[in-house]
Each structure stands twice: as structure tokens, then as C-alpha cells.
């Protein structure tokens, strides 16, 4: 009967601990917001590389946004991820590039129509001139449409190449 009573006294104080966990909040940013709308499937026919599909997802309780880029078969069929999420006011990136490095990107003054982020840090980049994404931008066109314009680095040079997505699904 004691331990009985025991458990249940235990059960009770745990369930009632558990009521009272609440989730930090996340602090508001209208960019990240934007962002969110995003999820779902998505396709884009790029000059010189064919169709790109992405796929939007949210995760760990709406702070983090992934993303899974799929380059055509052409390509190797590459498939690189990035996470997107709030930094306070800001937004804040990892993209998980095929060139085997981590560009950390944040955007800054978001808008309704646009999200530009650059790099502010890269993890396992063979030197300075070695091939990375340093920036990319994000203009929204309407629910169904928005183009992501990702600027590349190498040698000193840089390239920008839009891909004009449009919803899937």
C-alpha cells in the first residue's frame, strides 16, 4: 500500500511539473515568418543546370526551417540541406553545401519582399579562394512563386544564379 501510495504521489507531482514546462518563446522576426510560408514543394528550371526541386519543412517546434535542394541527375544528383532560423530579430543559416563546407549566412532588416542573407563565417573551407556560397536572396513574388538568387565564390570572383521557384505542392 505504501508504494502504491508512493507512486502515485510521484506520478502526480511529475504530471504536475510537466503542466507547468513551458517553451522558451522565440523572439518575433516578420523574415522568418516569410520564410515559413515556404513549406512545402517546390521546382525551378535553371539556365545550365536544369530542374532543382526544393522541399521546405519545419521542425523543433517551428524554430528551425529545413530545406532539401535536389540538383538535377546531370549533376550528380546533389542534394544539399540548409536550416534557417530566428536570431533574435534576425534570421540565421547553416547551408550544408556539396562543396563539403558550412557557409553560416544571417539576414538583417528583413522585409515582405525580400530576405538577403550573408556570409558571416565558413566551417571547413580549404582556403579563401576556394569555392562557396557567400550570400543568397530571397524575393517573394506571391504565394506561389519567389526566386532564391545564391551568390557563389571562388578565386576572388563572385556569380550569382536565381532559381525562379514555383509551388509544387
Known amino acids: 500500500m505504501k508504494k502504491t501510495l508512493g507512486l502515485t504521489i510521484l506520478l502526480v507531482a511529475a504530471a504536475a511539473f510537466a503542466g507547468e514546462h513551458q517553451h522558451a518563446t522565440v523572439a518575433l522576426s516578420p523574415g522568418f515568418d516569410k520564410m515559413k510560408a515556404l513549406v512545402g514543394e517546390w521546382a525551378a528550371n535553371v539556365p545550365n543546370m536544369g530542374k532543382v526541386t526544393a522541399t521546405y519543412s519545419m521542425h523543433s517546434d517551428g524554430s528551425a526551417l529545413l530545406e532539401e535542394l535536389k540538383m538535377p541527375a546531370e549533376h550528380g544528383e546533389q542534394s544539399m540541406i540548409t536550416v534557417y532560423y530566428p536570431a533574435g ?11 563539403h563546407n558550412q557557409p553560416h549566412m544571417k539576414a538583417s532588416g528583413s522585409n515582405a ?44 570572383k563572385s556569380m550569382t544564379v536565381p532559381f525562379e521557384f514555383t509551388r509544387v505542392r
Open 113 to 156: 519582399e525580400s530576405v538577403k542573407f550573408t556570409a558571416t563565417s565558413i566551417d571547413n573551407l580549404a582556403s579563401a579562394n576556394a569555392q562557396h556560397m557567400d550570400g543568397v536572396q530571397f524575393t517573394f513574388k506571391d504565394a506561389d512563386h519567389f526566386t532564391a538568387a545564391w551568390s557563389n565564390s571562388e578565386g576572388g
Open 89 to 99: 530579430n534576425d534570421i540565421a543559416m547553416t547551408h550544408y553545401c556539396s562543396g
